[in-house]
């Protein structure tokens, strides 16, 4: 499913090709039915490169790879000890990417910022690397991020999260509150009370990505004023920060 290009050792290229179908396969596993989602028939690139020096510097200095959108390209800089997390989320944007432009038709668009952060975070922060081998553990929640919005004594609003664009994750001050809030809020519309708002978020998702996103939108899609989900969202957050 994917075009692997490399100069490291054989070895790694196997391993990491391996760990690119597991990867794959738990994307469609979890989201696959949920978003009704089409297996992909174009194949994205995935450069990976052995000496950091031959890595193109990414938008956002100091990752271990970067997603290219225009290129359909993830490139990967594996010197060193790579940031496993950093490779994954990455890996998400390319897989949500090609995945959405294929089942809704649609050559370019984009979910909410804080609905693809939440995402890239929940499978960053599940997997368990091991070469060739790679499995992922979502039934172990990210608890400091839990514990660091149940902890601030300001925590970012429900509408400043909605409202966030692309910039406030990945630079200033407060990109690590944005970054763990849009965890928090993925985890809550997937598993608070049984799953209540999973299937909301799911079509709100394919609509954001067809351009009906927005703090309104959102509100309509899960059917509850926002003071009323900000409120069980909180509770939802102090809950886990004690499990």
């Known amino acids: 499913h994917f075009l692997v290009q490399t100069d490291a050792p054989p070895e790694l290229a196997l391993d990491a090709t391996l760990d690119l179908e597991r990867a794959y396969l738990t994307f469609y596993k979890i989201l696959g039915k949920p978003l009704g989602l089409y297996v992909f028939d174009e194949l994205p690139e995935i450069d990976i490169f052995a000496d950091s020096k031959d890595f193109p510097a990414p938008p956002t200095p100091g990752r271990s790879a970067w997603f290219s959108f225009a290129a359909n390209t993830l490139f990967v800089n594996a010197s060193g000890k790579p940031n496993r997390g950093d490779i994954v989320a990455e890996l998400v944007d390319a897989l949500i990417y090609n995945s959405f432009r294929r089942t809704l038709d649609k050559r370019s668009g984009e979910i909410e910022a804080w609905a693809r952060e939440g995402l890239r975070q929940a499978f960053a922060g599940a997997v368990r690397p091991n070469p060739g081998r790679v499995r992922f553990d979502f039934e172990t ?103």
Do not use: C, I
């Not at 965890?183 to 598993?191: E, K, P």
């Not at 996103?213 to 509850?224: D, I």
């Open 141 to 243: 929640p990210l608890t400091a991020h839990f514990q660091g919005q149940a902890a601030d004594a300001k925590p970012l609003s429900l509408e400043q999260v909605l409202r966030a664009g692309f910039a406030s994750f990945d630079s200033g001050t407060d990109a690590p509150r944005y970054v763990a809030q849009a965890y928090t809020l993925t985890h809550f519309l997937a598993f608070a009370g049984q799953g209540k708002y999973r299937a909301a978020y799911a079509t709100f998702l394919k609509d954001s990505y067809l351009g009906k996103g927005g703090a309104s939108n959102f509100a309509k899609a899960v059917g509850v004023d926002a003071k009323t989900l900000e409120t069980e969202w909180t509770a939802y957050v102090k809950k886990m920060a004690g499990a």
